[in-house]
């Protein structure tokens, strides 16, 4: 199981932290993604991390802004978002698959549930 947490109200210009929890496994050997989808729109790749090596790759939307990073010791991946813009309202996901170039939702299947980002004043 794939725990979001870490979702809330902010205000334009501030930060949150996601956090992403392995339920039941280990992320060693797993690739992850962190995704967001908003109301009416498809679901965005932002982010993935391969957990052993530590390479990253990011959407232009959110390069420089966001960062992905991972705790071995809580078996967790974080999603550092800093200058929140209210178009980064969306229900953020993360889940396991192949880490590449493009953050493409078609190559993950194993999702978390979700959690509610929204960015307003």
């Known amino acids: 199981q794939l725990v979001e947490s870490g979702g809330g109200l902010v205000q334009p210009g501030g930060s949150l932290r996601l956090s992403c929890a392995a339920s039941g496994f280990t992320f060693d050997y797993y690739q992850i993604g962190w995704f967001r989808q908003a109301p009416g729109k498809e679901r965005e790749g932002l982010s993935c991390i391969n957990y052993n090596d530590g390479i990253t790759h990011y959407a232009d939307s959110v390069k420089g802004r966001f960062t992905i990073s991972t705790d071995n010791a809580k078996n967790t991946v974080y999603l550092q978002m800093n200058s929140l813009e209210p178009e980064d309202t969306a229900v953020y996901y993360c889940?396991?698959?192949?880490?590449?170039?493009?953050?493409?939702?078609?190559?993950?299947?194993?999702w978390g549930q979700g959690t509610q980002v929204t960015v307003s004043s």
């Open positions: 889940a396991t698959g192949l880490c590449a170039v493009q953050v493409t939702p078609d190559l993950y299947d194993y």
